[in-house]
Nanobody
């Protein structure tokens, strides 16, 4: 079994910063893509950022220039550095990890709340 543990969420004022972390443990095998998604109340879960094993990244247009995804393969951990936060960034943030080679299985973290408010 695979466990994903997220941390780093909280309450921050507009313009502030937070860093989310997500660490995978258990029967990990080969981790390929790692990513972050978010879900605000009343909305569907949406893409935020993704990083491949070799470090290639893609960020949603709404967060480009403000958020940066990174990973530490030795620690099986993915990070999301969030700067210049806006109230519309308020959501539950979920990490997603894809594991496997010929058969890819997707795992989700439990979610961490990020609230941007003055």
């Amino acid at each position: 079994q695979v466990q994903l543990v997220e941390s780093g969420g909280g309450l921050v004022q507009p313009g502030g910063s937070l860093r989310l972390s997500c660490t995978a443990s258990g029967s990990i095998g080969s981790i390929s893509d790692m990513g972050w998604y978010r879900q605000a109340p009343g909305n569907q879960r949406g893409f935020v950022a993704i990083i491949t094993r070799d470090g290639s990244t893609n960020h949603a247009d709404s967060v480009k220039g403000r958020f940066t995804i990174s990973r530490d393969n030795a620690k099986n951990t993915v990070y999301l550095q969030m700067n210049s936060l806006k109230p519309e960034d308020t959501a539950v943030y979920y990490c997603n990890v894809k594991i496997g080679t010929s058969l890819i299985v997707s795992y989700w973290g439990q979610g961490t709340q990020v609230t941007v408010s003055s």
